[in-house]
């Protein structure tokens, strides 16, 4: 069924596609975590009206420890953001004199900007005393205490509303709007070598050592991510966040890690997909490593992530791919 035009809203009920794919690739270990969410909750802020959730989480550090950051990440995220959205959100940092100021799009604005910076927050104040060791919460567990500090993960989270695409980044994870043909990026990786980010790296006394790659302390080649506590102040989990109104323009939107585009530009990706979404239903079967040759697929959206994921693998990707392909023209119906 092909989605109404943004203005007129998504029929009630109505949730879009959304294909997914996830493979460790040519990694030994499998650090990507991925979460889905389709009509997580229907808070206040969206009019009461329901929100779809989904996110990728790229670990590091955790490569022999269990349960990894992106995996906490992926059981909890989702959790924290909806127990936010549910609390009181008269509740605003902004004076009533600001609050006059601003238009009603721009409350709302900032009110799910301060949701998902609360969120994350607490995102990282959990991965930070949770000992991936043992997975004990808290730092009684008796695992050396140093385990605690060592692990981190990068994350990119889209809400999507029957109006409004909401991206939340923190790291070198990265979402793209497909738009009328064109490849609209929605999220900007936190590079150490980024203006801004050096600049806040090196007021807080750090240093950005160029070392295959520009890195925080000489360590880590990207400037945000949740966990990682040997590295603060330097690095930071607060999400950079965009807004983004639907058009009927809008095509598919496509959250990857960095294992697809390190070997994929936005502009390819996205015509790959568009691609896949004008095939006929179960037309398309490409194999990928851990799906099987000739699998058929749920949905055009679930074979264009996995034709993605093939692509990368054939490009000689280095990295695990993790791939989420959300079709904005059609929907499916949510009883």
């Known amino acids: 069924m092909e989605s109404a035009a943004a203005a007129s809203h998504t029929a009630a009920g109505a949730r879009p596609m959304i294909g997914a794919i996830s493979v460790s690739g040519r990694q030994r270990v499998m650090e990507d975590a991925i979460s889905i969410r389709p009509n997580l909750c ?6 009461w009206r329901p929100v ?23 059981e909890r995220m989702h959790v924290i953001l909806e127990e936010e959205l549910n609390a009181d959100m008269s509740g605003s940092s902004s004076s009533s004199g600001e609050r006059r100021r601003l238009s009603e799009g721009q409350r709302t604005e900032e009110a799910w900007k301060r949701v998902l910076r609360s969120c994350f927050l607490r995102m990282d104040e959990m991965a930070s005393c949770t000992c991936p060791e043992c997975g004990t919460v808290g730092y009684q567990c008796g695992c050396p205490p140093d385990t605690l500090s060592l692990t981190g993960s990068t994350a990119v989270v889209t809400i999507l509303t029957d109006e409004t695409i909401i991206v939340a980044n923190c790291g070198d994870l990265r979402a793209v ?12 990786d936190h590079k150490p070598d980024r203006q801004e980010e050096r600049a806040r790296i090196e007021a807080c006394g750090g240093q950005v050592v160029f070392a ?8 880590l080649a990207m400037s945000r991510a949740i966990g990682d506590n040997y590295l603060k102040p330097y690095m930071t989990s607060e999400p950079e966040i965009t807004f983004t109104k639907r058009e009927p323009e809008d095509e598919c939107l496509i959250l990857a890690s960095d294992g697809l585009w390190d070997v ?10 568009r691609e896949c979404l004008r095939e006929e239903e179960h037309s398309f079967s490409p194999w990928v490593e ?3 040759e000739g699998a058929m ?23 695990n791919i993790s791939v989420i392909v ?10």
């Open 42 to 47: 229907s808070p206040e802020i969206n009019s």
């Open 177 to 188: 709007l497909s738009h009328g043909g064109s490849a609209i990026p929605l999220s900007y």
């Open 212 to 219: 295959d790659g520009a890195r925080v302390e000489g360590i």
């Open 297 to 319: 697929f749920s949905s055009r959206s679930a074979s264009a992530a996995a034709l993605l994921t093939r692509l990368a693998l054939g490009r000689n990707s280095c990295d």
């Open 326 to 335: 959300v079709d904005l023209k059609r929907n499916h119906t949510v009883l």
């Open 290 to 292: 851990g799906v099987g």
């Open 264 to 273: 994929l530009s936005s502009v390819m990706a996205c015509a790959v997909a």
């Open 52 to 74: 779809d959730f989904f996110a990728i989480y790229d670990g590091h550090g955790g490569r022999h420890v269990n349960p990894t950051v992106a995996s906490l990440c992926s």
